[in-house]
Each structure stands twice: as C-alpha cells, then as structure tokens.
C-alpha cells in the first residue's frame, strides 16, 4: 500500500493514498474520525471533487472520497464498467477498510453505485445519500450525455485551456471547483494534458448508465436519501417524481439553485443533508 498527505483547501490535510482491495487499486482522500463514510462521484470526475465536503463533515465522520475505476489514479481495467462491476468495488473498499457499515454518499454515477451496493451487501452499508440520478432518466438525457463524455477526450495545451473548457461545459460551477478538476483531472504528456480517465472506460461508463435501475430503488432496504438539483438536466421533475412513487419511504430534498453537479455547486447544503441524515437517531 502506498501513502500520501497533500495540502487540501483551508490549510488542512487530506491524507491520499493507494488501496489494494482484493479486486482493484483504488486511490482514496481521506480525513476526519467517526462512522466511515465513502464518497463516490460521477463519471469522468475524481474524489477530489468531494474536498469542501470532507473538510465540512470531518469533525463527525471518517470522510473517503474515492476515483472509482477507470478514473484518476484508481485502476482502468479494460473492462468490467457495469453497476455490478463498481458496487462490488465499493464493497471491496469497505472491507479492506474492515470498519463497515459505512455510509455512502455518490453522486451521480456514485448515487447508482452506491444504492446497487447497498442492495448487494446491506451488512456493509448503513445508509445511502443518492445525488442527482433515478432509475427513470430519459433516453434522450443519456444520448446528451455520452456525447458530452466522449468529446471530453481531447488534448489541452494548458491548466488555463482546461479551465475554460471546464467552465464552459459546468456553467454553474464555481471557480474553486474548476480549478480543483483541471488539477485533480487531467495530466501532463509530453507538451500538453489529457483526462486522467481512461477514454475507453469512459465510453464503457456511459453506455452502462442506461442499465435498468428501477429493481435496485424497489429492492434496496437500507435507508435512502434523494438529493436532487432544482435546475438538473440529469433528473427530470418527472424522473424524481416516478422514483417517489416507487419508494414514498425515502426522503427528498431539492436544492435551489443548482444544476446536477450539486455538491459542487451547493456544499454547504449537501454538507448538512449528508450528517442530519447520516447521523439521525
């Protein structure tokens, strides 16, 4: 196993480092003490992009915010990108951290991974905080979107180049989080940068978010909580509200003002969510 500290936002630490579960090397940014809680994030992103959260939660939880597979400096096996594929991943971390049942708190891609788990091992799962995704996302949403992934895979001849193409693909994100996925993201070849993840994984990701989601919602029997943008492209009005009649158990909250990127976007908000549900009695 190999270890890192890196200087995080704030003057804090965040420890990085590499695991070697049993399936895969999975970097990981970690702080605090407490109830373990992973962070997942959606596609083409890197843990780092859960940093402002982890500072905010750290004085209550073990905060973990991971590259899934085929992203960051996580392992890109050549395949195996299906929702099976990364919650056993997500399993396989909770173990080799041996201090389970661990909250699971994704966005997006990570929100799927996160309640797939959660129905596959609900021993090792305590809870689910569920970003922006529900099993009723439409065709035409995930066409945008693949489209929009694979033409993320292009050289960029500076941090700068990076950073306007980031801004202009995510209008709402604020420049702290630009800046923080143009340096997490990307890496230095020869005379220009390139995505960190694996384009191959990439297109693999996205043509798996389109598997059928709505037997995981109905099955999963750990607590679920909806967290969706109120101006989402992702999630639909419609979509959420098809999700709701699926399981009226689960809390909702709608945060105003952001787009799908939401923990972006909204930390604090999202910072608060994540411990009154996480943490309740």
């Known amino acids: 196993m190999q270890s890192a500290s890196r200087e995080a936002a704030g003057g804090d630490l965040i420890r990085e480092r590499i695991i070697e579960t049993e399936r895969i090397s999975l970097n990981v940014r970690e702080t605090g003490r407490g109830p373990v809680a992973i962070f997942l994030h959606g596609i083409t992103a890197v843990g780092a992009v859960w940093d402002p959260i982890l500072l905010k939660v750290r004085d209550s939880l073990r905060a973990i915010g991971v590259d899934q597979r085929g992203h960051g400096l996580s392992g890109k096996p050549e395949a195996g990108y299906s929702a099976v594929d990364f919650s056993h991943d997500v399993i396989a971390l909770i173990e080799a951290l041996d201090s389970g049942p661990a909250i699971i708190v994704g966005h997006s891609l990570g929100a799927r991974n996160g309640v797939v788990a959660a129905t596959m091992r609900p021993d090792l799962v305590q809870s689910v905080v569920a970003v922006d995704f529900t099993p009723y996302i439409e065709t035409e949403v995930f066409d945008s979107l693949e489209s929009r992934v694979n033409g993320g895979d292009r050289a960029f001849q500076s941090q700068q180049e990076i950073e306007e193409y980031l801004q202009n693909r995510y209008t709402k994100l604020p420049p702290d989080a630009i800046k923080r996925r143009a340096r997490h993201g990307y890496r230095s070849v020869g ?42 492209k992702l999630v639909s009005p419609a979509a959420l509200a098809r999700t709701q009649q699926l399981r009226p158990d689960m809390p909702t909250i709608v945060v105003a003002d952001t787009d799908h990127y939401v923990p972006e976007e909204a930390p604090d908000a999202v910072a608060r969510a994540i411990l009154d549900f996480a943490l309740r009695k």
């Open 191 to 232: 005379d220009h940068f390139r995505p960190l993840a694996s384009p191959a994984a990439m297109a693999a990701t996205a043509n798996g978010l389109r598997e059928e989601l709505e037997s995981a919602f109905k099955s999963v029997r750990r607590p679920v909580l909806l967290v969706r943008g109120a101006e989402s």
